[in-house]
């Protein structure tokens, strides 16, 4: 009888696990679609700037003084403009609005230049043998958010919403220190003046204007990105707006250019600076 009983259960954990593989397996091969389709051209797209390399006489004229010198600091004359790139990353992400829950995470993030557009996709260990997947992207106007337990439960999915779509196209433009030629002006990028240490990037897309603030150290390489006004949830369902920031350090040569390898992005709540999301670049992989 106790044979039996041993028999049943282990059968049965057999079949919850292969059930379980079999849907992580279909988020991957949905994951690979949805990058498949995200490097399809878009119908009809006009080209932001006919030239393929940086030519600081042409670039520089008239902007803030720190974004001159960081553009002096981190490309080169002649250097290729980024088509698109393949970043990989490793870090630890916290899943609680109030609290401490930080989980490691591994993520590849592909990104294109003209739409402007992203696609990150992470894998979350929240315990031995547990995973929860997401994806997080921005294209053609459209943001979205999905994460699933192990490819099956649905923990959080936001669709074609405007706020995220602003939120996500904030991110993009936050970004651009992996990507810097993206921030040049003949890229559609337009630059305001603000102090010797900061000034804004303010960018148009599909309808939506989005502006961050860019802050330089004293060898003008961005240390930080910030927004006052960014879409979030609530702990409670909640949309809110609420001042976001995103730090980047860790500099070294990478295609050519100075970027950032190590970067951490947080909240800003009561005036308080709350991390939720701390990561470095472990591979690039940069196209031209």
Known sequence: MWFKAAGIFFATLFIVFAFLMGCQSQWQRRSQQLVQDFYKPIPDLTE????????????LKGLPEPVQRYFQQTLVPEQPLIRD????????????YHG?????????QD?????????????????????????NSYRSGRGWLHAKIMGLITVA??????????????RFLAEA?????????????????????????????????????????????????????RYRQNYNGESIYAPWESRFSDYRRA??????????????????????????VTDWDIRF
């Not at 790139?85 to 609680?96: P, S, W």
């Not at 000034?199 to 802050?215: K, P």
């Not at 295609?255 to 470095?280: N, R």
């Open 177 to 229: 220190p992996w990507f810097p030629t993206r921030l040049l002006p003949s890229q559609g990028v337009h630059w305001q003046a603000i102090n010797n240490r900061s000034a804004q990037a303010t960018l148009i897309d599909n309808g939506l204007t989005v502006s961050v603030i860019f802050t330089f150290d004293d060898e003008f390489r961005i240390i930080k990105a910030s927004s006052e006004e």
């Open 100 to 108: 401490v829950a930080w989980k490691q995470f591994t993520a590849q």
């Open 157 to 170: 999915e936001t669709d074609d919403a405007r706020a995220l779509a602003e939120g996500e196209l904030i």
């Open 85 to 96: 790139l393949t970043l990989r990353q490793a870090g630890r992400i916290n899943l609680l």
């Open 48 to 59: 932001i700037s006919k030239s393929s390399v940086y030519r600081p006489e042409h670039e």
């Open 255 to 280: 295609g050519g250019m100075l970027l950032p390898h190590a970067t951490e992005a947080g909240w800003i709540i009561d005036k308080q600076w709350l991390s939720y999301w701390q990561g470095e």
């Open 111 to 135: 990104v294109i230049m003209h739409s402007p557009g992203f696609i990150w996709q992470a894998k979350v260990s929240l315990a031995p043998s547990i995973n929860a997947f997401v994806i």
